[in-house]
């Protein structure tokens, strides 16, 4: 496997237009990853068994099984992949539960897409990646 493979990035998030505003927030990663989007929980454990992640963000608020079901379901089957759970509905009870279950990031919304962006950055073995790009593409022999 290539140092430069890019990064793989799950997103669940229902609402589209969120979704979209998190997709262009991504792109200050300055990092090259792919980003897969799914549009409820069931489609996001679809995508979860096709592909490894790097990272997997979900909104709380999912028809059917909601993001911390969903995140948990993802953390017992590989409990290495970094998690992020966004809500809008805040609650001590909810950031107890996250945090019981082993999420990594919890962000109430409305968030700041800087901040979002720089907690995928900080979850993200963006470090690794860039040391290896940097060290393929300075090999002149």
Do not use: C, W
Not at 114 to 122: P, Y
């Amino acid at each position: 496997m290539s140092a430069r493979q890019p990064l793989r990035i799950l997103l669940i998030e229902d609402d589209s237009m969120i979704a979209s505003i998190i997709a262009i927030g991504l792109r200050m990663l300055g990092v090259p990853y792919l980003l897969d989007t799914a549009y409820s929980a069931e489609e996001g454990l679809d995508l979860f068994e096709q592909h490894p992640y790097d990272l997997v963000m979900s909104d709380y608020n999912l028809r059917g099984m909601n993001g911390l079901s969903l995140l948990t379901t993802i953390r017992q089957s590989k409990p290495t992949t970094p998690t992020v759970l966004f809500t809008a509905y805040d609650t001590p009870q909810l950031q107890r539960q996250a945090r019981e279950a082993g999420i990594n990031e919890y962000i109430a919304k409305p968030f700041l897409i800087e901040d979002f962006v720089n907690l995928a950055r900080n979850l993200l073995p963006i470090a690794a990646n860039e040391i290896g790009a940097s060290s393929s593409y300075t090999n002149d022999d």
